[in-house]
């Protein structure tokens, strides 16, 4: 069944690859935008941080949908190459005095090749195996930029300027995640809608078939690597600065599993519904951790431990409810309700 407008059609390749099509999806989008960057203007400042915190989760999570959801690599090490890129731009702006416009690039390309490293296992190596190699990229790292960087107690970053413009405040910085985050999903949208894309869906579907149409495996496994890598590196060089400080409390493994989960409830495979997953869950999360203390005075006889654990509980239920009943994500739900309304009222 197509999934466009009635009276829309595809005469051309240029038509078929084109991300907007008609005259209201052009509306709808320019007033997203709008709306998007006007948001500070009227909401409070608990919610600018949250914004924030939900735009560099869109950004680290699309590279690994790309990664997951279009190329199948199985991976759950994406917080530990956000680390990789927040201590890339943090030692790079503190000890040789790089701006942070030219480090955001740079912590990209550092977590792409330091993703293609553990992308190598991915020629022969699948599924839950691995889940495991990326998994030792989580400790690996972690180990490294411990011990060897000796950056374990963090690093100090200044806030970026540009001008006269100091960028200190949730507003200020507020601009830049959005503006980044608008770009990156495009630039994702683009991949997946490109040879490339295609590439990484037929490797997705059955490696060895493509194998067969000729397709260079190895290639293209270490590409959705790098792009995966490279996201994540930009996100965690954002999530540092706005921290003003680089520190591996901030990319737990932990952290990883959310990504990963964020991309089931959005959906694996889809740019949209990543975004749609992020917004779910960081706003999940962002309600429990404003209910649990709550909790505790309505209910003492809980114990602290289960207090604090009530954010993980129900996060895990959430996936788990998601894994059972809704496995296509929300961006599935989402393709349900446009064609039902386009094709209202003869549904049958």
Same mark, same amino acid.
């Given at each position: 069944?197509?999934? +466009?407008?009635?009276? !829309? ?8 690859? %084109? ?9 709808? &989008?320019?007033? /997203?935008?709008?709306?998007?960057? !006007? ?20 950004? %680290? ?17 994406? =917080? ?13 702006? =503190? ?7 030219? !480090? ?12 293609? $490293? ?6 022969? #190596? ?7 190699? !990326? &998994? ?6 972690? /180990? ?34 959005? $503006? #980044?985050?608008?770009? *990156? ?6 991949? $997946? ?7 990484? #869906? ?7 078939? %493509? @194998? ?46 959310? +990504?990963?989960?964020?991309?089931? #409830? ?14 779910? /869950? ?18 003492? =006889? ?10 993980? +509980? ?10 059972? *009943? @809704? ?7 989402? @393709? ?13």
């Amino acid at each position: 069944m197509s999934t +466009l407008p009635s009276g !829309t059609y595809n005469t051309t390749y240029g038509e078929d690859m %084109a991300i907007v099509r008609t005259r209201l999806q052009w509306v709808l &989008l320019i007033g /997203f935008i709008v709306l998007l960057l !006007t948001l500070p203007l009227f909401i409070a400042p608990r919610y600018i941080y949250l914004a924030i915190f939900m735009g560099v989760g869109v950004i %680290a999570a699309l590279g690994l949908n790309i990664l997951t959801g279009y190329c199948g690599q199985i991976s759950i090490g994406q =917080s530990v190459f956000m680390a990789v890129g927040a201590f890339s731009a943090g030692l790079l702006m =503190s000890k040789t005095g790089v701006p942070f416009w030219a !480090t955001i690039p740079i912590s990209g390309i550092v977590a792409g090749l330091s993703g293609l $490293v553990f992308g190598i296992p991915s020629l022969r #190596i699948k599924g839950l195996y691995l889940a495991l190699a !990326t &998994l030792a990229a989580q400790f690996i790292i972690a /180990f490294f930029i411990t011990n060897v960087l000796k950056a374990g107690s963090g690093v100090a970053i200044r806030p970026p300027t540009l001008g006269g413009i100091t960028f200190n405040t949730d507003r200020s910085f507020y601009y830049i995640v959005i $503006v #980044i985050a608008i770009i *990156f999903t495009f630039f994702a949208k683009s991949i $997946v809608r490109s040879n490339v894309g295609r590439a990484f #869906i037929a490797i997705r579907d059955n490696d060895i078939a %493509a @194998e067969v149409m000729g397709i260079n495996i190895f290639r293209y496994k270490l590409l959705a690597f790098f792009i995966g890598c490279f996201f994540a590196g930009v996100a965690g060089c954002l999530w540092a600065t706005y921290s003003g400080l680089a520190t591996m409390d901030s990319y737990s493994l932990t952290e990883s599993i959310w +990504l990963l989960g964020m991309c089931v #409830i959005g959906g694996l495979g889809s740019v949209s519904g990543t975004i749609m997953g992020v917004v779910a /869950f960081r706003g999940i999360q962002y309600l429990v951790q404003q209910l649990s203390p709550d909790l505790g005075i309505a209910f003492p =006889s809980l114990s602290s431990n289960i207090v604090s654990a009530f954010n993980i +509980l129900i996060l895990g239920l959430v996936i788990l409810l998601f894994l059972m *009943f @809704e496995p296509r994500g929300l961006a599935h739900r989402w @393709e349900i309700v446009k064609t039902a309304y386009r094709m209202h009222p003869w549904s049958y």
